[in-house]
């Protein structure tokens, strides 16, 4: 595989000719790819999987020669034009590149993932307490058992994907869509639901009790047991949604989605109109 990775790297730099630093260039960046090679191979990948992945996480080399301070002359000192290297290499290998990917049981948590591509990928048991997952996408990604607890999911795009028994205790859900997803089992406890999508989700038997609930989505969505039981709910979207066995014990609403509910058969004898 060290071949592989040599001459992928001869290959990859082929345009740009001799230039002076060529050399250290391609050893550093060569031990960066054995080392996120031997990774992917520890997370269950096969040879090929894992030369794959390390080969598509690379990037684009004209990325490398923008951000080396004065590409075609060799610097004076070696640490000066290692740092560099690594810097251009950390960007070009971000965490955008975790599509279709073995991450199970992995351990992600206190991490800078902004931006992060997870589409399709296996992340099963995995956990991202804490983490910084902004704008991040998981579309049609298996992600049950997930613990995501007091992560930062602002603007995260779930839709299609399997989030049962996942937890999402204390995360900021701001703005997150989970249009199409299996929730069955997962938490929200002390979570920020502010302006999400659930529609045409699996939320049965999930509890949303004592939370508060504004601008949110659950049009045509499964919510068989599912309890709202002492929750604030603002503007809440219901349309096309079976509520008669959703509990309402003790909920807070608008008059707004107090209407909605009630027209769709909702039981709401112990709720409440807040204006």
Do not use: W
Not at 173 to 197: E, H, Q, R, Y
């Amino acid at each position: 595989m060290e071949k592989k990775l040599q001459q992928f790297l001869e290959d990859a730099f082929a345009p740009y000719g001799d230039f002076p630093s060529r050399g250290d260039i391609t050893k550093e960046l060569f031990a960066n790819l054995q080392e996120r090679y031997a990774d992917l191979k520890k997370q269950g990948k096969s040879d090929d999987e894992a030369y794959k992945a390390t080969i598509d996480s690379f990037g684009d080399v004209s990325e490398i020669m923008e951000q080396l301070p004065h590409a075609e002359l060799k610097p004076k000192g070696k640490s000066k034009l290692g740092k560099a290297i690594k810097e251009a290499f950390k960007a070009m290998v971000s965490p955008s590149k975790f599509s279709q990917i073995m991450l199970k049981g992995s351990d992600l948590m206190d991490t800078d993932l902004h931006g992060s591509d997870f589409n399709q990928s296996d992340i099963r048991e995995s956990r991202f307490d804490r983490s910084d997952l902004t704008d991040s996408v998981f579309r049609g990604s298996d992600s049950r058992q997930v613990s995501f607890a007091g992560a930062n999911l602002t603007n995260v795009i779930f839709a299609g994907s399997d989030l049962t028994n996942s937890c999402f205790d204390g995360a900021n859900l701001a703005g997150s869509k989970f249009k199409g997803s299996a929730l069955a089992g997962s938490t929200f406890t002390g979570a920020a639901i502010i302006n999400v999508d659930f529609s045409h989700s699996d939320l049965g038997g999930v509890s949303f009790d004592n939370q508060k609930l504004e601008n949110i989505n659950f049009d045509s969505s499964s919510l068989r047991k599912t309890s709202f039981r002492d929750a604030t709910l603002i503007n809440a979207n219901f349309h096309y949604t079976e509520v008669k066995h959703t509990i309402f014990e003790g909920a807070k609403m608008d008059k707004v989605t107090y209407a909605l509910l009630k027209g769709a058969g909702a039981i709401l004898d112990k709720a409440v109109i807040v204006k």
